[in-house]
């Protein structure tokens, strides 16, 4: 390594601390702006570890794709991971021996025959999903925040799966608990919460406020899934599912009951509040261009009509619909920095030395938010994916140029439930606007605009949220609920 470069990296590291304090509680925008100056791969310190950020599509494709083999294991976190996780978590996993056995195990209950076999249960979901904005609208003339109709969806379709359970209301206790251990599970798994990570010395001080907090949510989601595995354990019935399938392969010897309670943590964090903040974006999108719900409308009534809801079938034929969704995924994500992967050992890219163990980032904000990839970038605008026929599963795992967006990763470390987030989308998204105009019913800002959506207001933790806002749903046929229930058909 020694003729090699060393990466452009921003100016003003402290000794010790690195660039730490600079990145504040909005470490995406301080990436995207070093990237402005300093080009598509940078290194940062934050404290004693070493991240490089990747800012483009080439050097994601060069380096997350090409060289698979190298850069796909993740740091294993000592809060995230260890306490978090009882470094069973299949997200957090490094890319080794366990990561390899469980893989075909995860893709094989999640990938696309999964979706296939799971196809009327997503469908029933999504129709149960439109019911309840009808009713929703029908109490509150107001508007309201659909962020939480959207997570009930999006857990009853993860605990169908999982353990054929699902919850009707978002009064239910079974939904609160889970939207509260959940909640508090991701917000203290983001990035600016590893803090022993980047100081390692804070492993030998535990006592801290963040540890306990760590355990006492470990200790909480624990019991919450071991009570959901017991209720498969003592299901007469039997009933095929994915908790099932994990007990099977524990009989057989190739997961343990601590690998049966965290892959399913794993997809509950994983699958949840993914989608439901991709639909909570995609509906403040959609109320602040009413152009674009316009043209959707259009496209709708002349390929479905009026007397039937959207089916994947007909995804082939609403082309601005599939549009939107990955508009949707580009403008404003669930993720902004997607979940950092890493290198064990060192590299060289274009003369310059990728140092080993080095966290290496995907800047997912910087390259959507980059003007020369997407031409006005912060214009929410589907027309730029009108040529994209194929699916974002099908782009991730081609040329890195013809990638629609990077919202699920790249790589070996891909979303592995991508299918099932593309057919909750298109679902969620095509019945959306067949159903209802979407209007903006959010107080106005001070340029006298009403803010419903602002990228730059956000809560920020391991998904990104707008921050709340208030829509209305208003029915677009009189037969809505007629045909929703399937009395028009
Ligand atoms: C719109 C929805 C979703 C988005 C934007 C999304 C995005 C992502 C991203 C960015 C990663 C990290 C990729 C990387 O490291 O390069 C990831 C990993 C993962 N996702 Fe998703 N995801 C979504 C929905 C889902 C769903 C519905 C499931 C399961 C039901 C799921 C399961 C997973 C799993 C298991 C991983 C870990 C992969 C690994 O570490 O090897 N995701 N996702």
Redesign the pocket.
């Known amino acids: 390594t020694r003729d090699l470069k060393k990466l452009p990296s921003p100016p003003g590291s402290l000794f010790y601390f690195g660039h730490i304090f600079q990145i504040r509680d909005e470490p995406h925008k301080k990436f995207t702006e070093w990237a402005r100056s300093l080009g598509d791969i940078y290194s940062v310190q934050m404290g004693q570890q070493n991240w490089i950020i990747l800012t483009s599509d080439k050097v994601v494709g060069e380096l997350?794709q090409k060289r698979g083999a190298k850069y796909s294991t993740?740091v294993p976190s000592h809060y995230t991971f260890k306490i978090l996780t009882r470094g069973k978590s299949?997200?957090c996993?490094p890319y080794d021996e366990r990561y390899r056995k469980v893989?075909p195990i995860?893709h094989s209950v999640?990938g696309q025959r999964s979706v296939k076999e799971n196809s009327d249960l997503l469908d029933d979901e999504y129709r149960i999903l439109m019911q309840n904005l009808c009713q929703a609208s029908a109490k509150m003339n107001d508007g309201f925040y659909p962020k939480y109709f959207f997570q009930l969806t999006a857990l009853n379709v993860?605990t169908l799966l999982c353990l054929n359970k699902r919850t009707d209301s978002v009064d239910d206790p079974f939904y609160r608990e889970f939207k509260s251990l959940m909640g508090t599970h991701l917000e203290l798994a983001k990035v600016t919460n590893r803090l022993s990570e980047f100081f390692p010395i804070l492993k030998w001080f535990p006592n801290t406020k963040l540890h306990n907090a760590m355990i006492e949510s470990a200790d909480n989601i624990e019991a919450f899934l071991r009570k959901l595995v017991k209720e498969v354990i003592e299901d007469k019935e039997k009933k095929p599912c994915i908790i099932r399938e994990f007990l099977r392969k524990k009989d057989e010897g190739i997961l343990d009951d601590l690998d049966v309670i965290y892959l399913t943590d794993?997809?509950f964090a994983?699958?949840t509040d993914?989608?439901s903040a991709?639909l909570t974006w995609l509906t403040a999108a959609l109320a602040n261009n009413p152009h674009v719900q316009s043209k959707a409308h259009q496209e709708l009534d002349r390929v479905i009509g009026q007397s039937r809801i959207p089916e994947v079938s007909d995804e082939q034929t609403i082309p601005y619909i599939r549009a939107i969704i990955k508009e949707g995924?580009r403008y404003c994500?669930?993720?902004y920095l997607?979940?950092p992967?890493a290198i064990e050992e060192d590299d060289e890219y274009n003369g310059y030395h990728i140092p080993a163990n080095s966290v290496v980032v995907?800047n997912q904000y910087g390259i959507h938010m980059d003007e020369k990839r997407y031409e006005n970038p912060k214009e929410f605008k589907p027309e730029r994916f009108l040529g994209f026929t194929e699916s974002s599963a099908a782009l991730a795992n081609g040329n890195y140029e013809n990638r629609d967006h990077f919202?699920?990763?790249?790589?070996r470390?891909?979303?592995?439930?991508?299918h099932?987030?593309e057919r909750?989308?298109l679902l969620g998204v095509s019945r959306l606007l067949w159903c209802f105009k979407i209007e903006n019913a959010s107080p106005l800002g001070k340029d006298g605009k009403p803010i419903a959506i602002n990228l730059d207001k956000i809560r920020n933790g391991i998904t990104v949220w707008p921050e709340d806002y208030k829509v209305r749903f208003v029915k677009r046929h009189d037969n809505v609920e007629k045909v929703l229930s399937g009395q028009s058909q």
């Open positions: 997350l993740r299949y997200v996993n893989n995860m999640l993860i794993t997809i994983a699958g993914t989608v991709s995924q994500g669930p993720l997607a979940i992967h995907l919202g699920f990763g790249a790589g470390r891909l979303c592995t439930g991508i099932m987030a909750e989308l």
